[in-house]
C-alpha cells in the first residue's frame, strides 16, 4: 500500500433509482441505456481513472499535480463539461431509438452532477483491482449528500476550490453540509450549464437510430433472461 495525493472525481446520475423503478417491466434496456450513459462519461474523462462504477456513479482519480496546483480546478470544470455534454448526448440518442419501451423514451428526468476534492489517499491492489483508501475517500463521497438545490452542478471542496478559487466561474455558491462522521464542511458550487456555451447536440442519423435499438435489444437479452442482475444504486461511503 503506497500513499499520495490525489484529485478525486464522482460523477452520479441523478434521478437513477426512480428511472429504474419506474420501467420494471423494461428493466433491461434501462440497464443497458444508463450502463452505456456511464461508459460515455467514463470515455469522456480524460486524464483521469476510472477506480471503481458504483451503480449509478463513477469514481475517478487523478495524481495530484504539485508542480502546477493551481491548473487543477480548471481542469475539473473542464473534465466535468466534457463529461456532462457525452452523458447528454447519449440520453438524446437512446430517447431517439426506435424502440417504444419506456427505458429507452422516458430519459428526460436522468441528470449528471459531479462532486470533486483533493485529499490523501493509499492505494491498496487487492486481485489485481487498484482501491483507493482513505479519509478523503469517505468524505468526497460523503459530499454527495448534500443542499444543493439545483439538479446538475460540479461541488468543489474547499480544499479544491481554494487552491484556484479564480478559475471558477460566476455566480458560485457556498454550503455547509453536516457530513456523518466528519463534522461540518465547506463547499462551493457552480451549475454544469454555466462552464462554458454548451454546443447543440447533433441529431442521430437513420443509421445510428437503427443501430442503438438493435443494440438495445441485443444488450438487454442477458438481463431479460436472468443471466445478468442488474446494477444498485450507491450511498454514499
Known amino acids: 500500500m503506497q500513499s499520495g495525493r490525489a484529485v478525486l472525481l464522482i ?36 486524464g483521469f481513472d476510472l477506480i471503481e462504477i458504483e451503480g449509478d456513479a463513477a469514481f475517478l482519480s487523478r495524481q495530484a499535480d504539485a508542480r502546477d496546483p493551481e491548473a487543477t480546478v480548471a481542469e475539473i470544470l473542464q473534465a466535468a463539461a466534457a463529461m456532462h455534454r457525452a452523458f447528454h448526448l447519449e440520453r438524446q440518442n437512446v430517447e431517439q431509438n426506435f424502440c417504444p419501451c419506456a427505458g429507452c423514451k422516458k ?3 436522468l441528470k449528471l ?3 470533486a476534492h483533493i485529499g490523501d489517499v493509499a492505494t491498496q491492489t487487492i486481485r489485481r483491482r487498484l482501491n483507493l483508501v482513505g479519509i478523503d475517500v469517505v468524505l468526497v463521497h460523503r459530499l454527495l449528500k448534500n443542499p444543493v438545490d439545483i439538479p446538475e452542478y460540479v461541488l468543489l471542496s474547499e480544499e479544491l476550490y481554494s487552491t484556484n478559487e479564480t478559475s471558477v466561474p460566476d455566480p458560485v455558491h457556498e454550503i455547509s453540509p453536516e457530513l456523518e462522521g466528519i463534522g461540518t464542511v465547506r463547499a462551493y458550487f457552480v451549475d454544469v450549464g454555466d462552464l462554458g456555451d454548451p454546443l447543440p447536440l447533433p441529431a442521430p442519423s437513420w443509421r445510428g437510430r437503427i443501430g442503438r435499438t438493435f443494440a438495445a435489444a441485443g444488450l438487454g437479452l442477458p438481463y431479460m433472461l436472468g443471466l445478468r442482475r442488474p446494477r444498485r444504486a450507491a450511498s454514499p461511503g
Do not use: P
Not at 11 to 22: H, K, L, N, P, V
Not at 28 to 43: C, F, P, S
Open 11 to 46: 460523477a452520479d446520475i441523478g434521478g437513477y433509482t426512480e428511472y429504474m423503478s419506474a420501467h420494471r417491466l423494461s428493466l433491461a434496456h434501462a440497464e443497458v441505456n444508463t450502463a452505456r450513459m456511464l461508459d460515455k462519461v467514463i470515455g469522456a474523462a480524460r
Open 107 to 109: 430519459t428526460e428526468n
Open 113 to 115: 452532477k459531479f462532486v
